[in-house]
């Protein structure tokens, strides 16, 4: 077996510098500048999809253990030619049904059913409620060969973090 490769693996706050300097890490490293131009996309934009899910979805910040244990993570690992981006961060329990449904959703589908998804997706009016339409979800999931992966994990009666897997083959 493999032995697995960090190259990202960070947890704290995001803001847009983090994510710049976050950028830059990924990109300068030699496991993302050896792999081919087309899986090197591929694991960018999923890395870039990722983070904005969490500006996109997380809840603010309570104070004490629930913070701590809510804090914004995102990593990137190599094992074998595959990458793993692995985000999380704590949303309200209020929002779990919507982001499971359109998870759930988009891992039942095939490519094309994916591509037409995202057609009628783009094209609809946005809900002034809502949170996003799931594009990002639609794109990482045309982006691997696999389900996403994802859990929640209860943190109190309003609040549970969320983590989400998406496997890139290099």
Request: aromatic residues 8%.
């Amino acid at each position: 077996m493999s032995k697995t490769v960090t190259l990202i693996d960070y947890k704290g706050a995001f803001s847009f510098e983090t994510m710049e300097k976050l950028l830059n890490t990924l990109r300068s490293t030699k496991e993302f500048q050896e792999m081919r131009k087309p899986a090197r996309k591929r694991l960018y934009s999923t890395f870039v999809e990722s983070i904005d899910n969490i500006f996109k979805y997380a809840a603010s910040n309570p104070t004490g253990t629930i913070k701590k244990k809510g804090t914004p993570m995102i990593s990137v690992k190599k094992q074998g030619e595959r990458f793993a981006v692995t985000s999380g961060n704590m949303v309200l329990n209020d929002d779990i049904g919507d982001l499971s449904f359109k998870l759930d959703r988009v891992n039942q589908l095939d490519n094309e059913a994916l591509k037409s998804l995202y057609e009628d997706v783009i094209n609809q009016e946005a809900n002034a409620e809502d949170k996003g339409a799931g594009l990002g979800l639609i794109t990482m999931a045309l982006r691997t060969e696999d389900d996403i992966g994802f859990s929640f994990s209860p943190l109190d009666e309003n609040h549970s973090f969320f983590k989400m897997q998406i496997i890139i083959n290099g």
